[in-house]
């Protein structure tokens, strides 16, 4: 029987496709969907045959396993509890998106030992699970729905081809598939980036969308200094920290992100593009630290979701940033280790800036200790 073949761009409500591709999962069927990277075949996580009818259609290596898509980077603990520092960053930072994350699955608890067990051998490998978030909202609305999540393989029939229309997955896969969501040609056109965790690094296993130097920067552990106007307080914090730490590494202030460390600043009520006070520059100087190139800017949801660790000046900083981002509130901190604020020296003289600076230099050292001690390096 010939698949059922929607495409989206007509569609007047995709909420109805939505509702529809949950119930062909729920019912064991396989369904095609379109992604970022190219087109998948699905079936439901709790769905046993269905995943062995995907396996069969694959056409790839018995031993590589299947790819097991999640509603989120959350999402993700709770089938890899135990997963390393550098796996949830990538993870806050890679999804949604085209990447796929390789990790050992080696917990007890975990929540992959709750599907059925030939779904289990079917995307656990030699002790190795592969997951991703694809970002695409029709799949993204069907993990929302569907209970358990769905398991998943690229739909060209084979790792060296790949479907990136529905005309390429009928073509291929025919009768195969009972419904196929068509969305026209895969925004990329190629597979995700497939990234092996070992430990504290990666290996790339599969070139795709994402570059190994955007993963490189991607994996760095990254430290944002927060204060109001990012113009005094945390772009002097910023400086003086990566002084501080390229003399713990041995290593120059270029070299810092070579060796896997980005260091910003951020303002709560910053506005884009303004030049560090006069003084703060001055101040600077006097450490052999140059701010001529400092530009402002504000606090987004995506430098706060990027970074391992969110330094503030003040108590009011944190709290305002906890208020707007919560799921972030383990990884804001005070600078202060006394609990204290540091005072803003806008508009005065520049003692007050030589106090503030000399302040916030008092504080950096443990930091460095923190970052290079907490796995986040």
């Known amino acids: 029987m ?16 939505v509702h529809l591709a949950v119930q062909a999962l729920a019912e064991g069927c396989i369904v095609a969907f379109p992604t970022e990277t190219v087109y998948v075949l699905a079936a439901g996580g709790l769905q046993e ?7 069969q259609m694959a056409g790839i290596d018995a031993k590589m396993p299947l790819t097991l898509a999640v509603k989120s980077a959350d999402d993700s603990l709770d089938y890899v509890p135990n997963m390393s520092v550098l796996g949830r960053r990538l993870a806050r930072r890679c999804w949604p998106g085209p990447v796929t994350l390789i990790v050992d699955d080696h917990h007890p608890d975990g929540l992959l030992r709750q599907l059925p067990a030939k779904v289990q051998q079917a995307v656990s490998r030699e002790g190795r699970l592969a997951m991703r978030v694809p970002a695409h909202p029709i799949i993204q ?16 029939g084979g790792e060296s081809t790949h479907a990136v229309t529905a005309a390429e997955v009928i073509q291929r896969h025919g009768d195969g598939v009972q419904l196929i969501i ?30 190994l130097q955007t993963l490189k920067r991607l994996a760095s552990a990254m430290v944002l200094f927060v ?13 003086l920290f990566r002084k501080c ?17 980005l260091v910003m600043s951020a303002g709560i009520a910053a506005m884009m593009g303004s030049r560090a006070a006069t003084e703060a520059h001055a101040v600077m100087m006097e450490h ?90």
């Open 288 to 377: 052999e630290l140059d701010l001529r190139s400092h530009e402002s800017q504000p606090l987004t949801d995506a430098l706060v979701r990027n970074a391992d660790l969110l330094i503030t000046m003040t108590r009011s900083h944190r709290h305002a940033i906890v208020a707007e981002w919560p799921d972030a509130a383990p990884r804001v901190k005070l600078l202060c280790g006394n609990g204290g604020d540091v005072a803003d020296p806008i508009g005065g003289p520049i003692e007050a800036y030589r106090r503030c600076a000399t302040q916030i230099g008092g504080e950096l050292e443990r930091w460095v200790d923190e970052l290079l001690g907490s796995g986040s390096a």
């Open 245 to 261: 730490l390229a003399a713990r590494l041995g290593c120059t202030l270029d070299e810092l992100e070579d060796r896997g460390f």
């Open 227 to 239: 204060c109001t106007g990012n113009t005094c307080r945390s772009p002097m914090a910023e400086a």
């Open 2 to 17: 010939p698949p059922r073949v929607i495409d989206l761009r007509n569609t007047e409500d995709t909420r109805d496709v």
């Open 49 to 55: 045959k269905a995943v062995l009818r995907l396996r």
């Open 182 to 211: 068509d969305d026209g040609p895969s925004r990329f056109g190629q597979p995700s980036s497939a990234v092996h965790l070992n430990g504290a690094g990666f290996d790339v296993v599969r070139s795709g969308v994402v570059s």
């Open 141 to 156: 609305d069907v993990l929302r729905l569907l209970a358990g999540p769905i398991v998943m393989v690229g739909a060209g």
